[in-house]
Nanobody, 122 residues
Framework: QVQLVESGGGLVQTGGSLELSCVVS????????IAWFRQAPGKEREGVAC????????IYGDSVRGRFTISRDNAKNTVYLQMDNLTPEDTAVYSC???????????????WGKGTRVTVSS
């Protein structure tokens, strides 16, 4: 069983930055790739980024590529999502999830966190 706990959400102005954290724990958690998703009100959950368990390889969704950066500190069991140049369209609940492969397909995630809310004001 893998547990994920997100933090770092809040209110930020357009053009601002925010860093989210996802603390990962549980048996075998170090072998999982960790992905970030977001879900805006009335919209489908969208894959944002994913980072491999050991190689550091990453993938990004088209809407955030070049603005968001995912990173991982295995010594702290934490995955970060640095979000820059935020716009109101980035407003959503952001959740992290664990999977055995490098992907942002929500259907193959094995474990989910509860999420943290990000609001970008115009």
């Amino acid at each position: 069983q893998v547990q994920l706990v997100e933090s770092g959400g809040g209110l930020v102005q357009t053009g601002g930055s925010l860093e989210l954290s996802c603390v990962v724990s549980g048996s075998g958690s170090e072998y999982y790739s960790i992905a970030w998703f977001r879900q805006a009100p009335g919209k489908e959950r969208e894959g944002v980024a994913c980072i491999d368990s050991s190689s550091g390889r990453t993938i990004y969704g088209d809407s955030v590529r070049g603005r968001f950066t995912i990173s991982r500190d295995n010594a702290k069991n934490t995955v970060y999502l640095q979000m820059d140049n935020l716009t109101p369209e980035d407003t959503a609940v952001y959740s992290c999830a664990a999977t055995i492969i490098l992907t942002i397909l929500k259907s193959v995630m094995d474990y989910w966190g509860k999420g943290t809310r990000v609001t970008v004001s115009s």
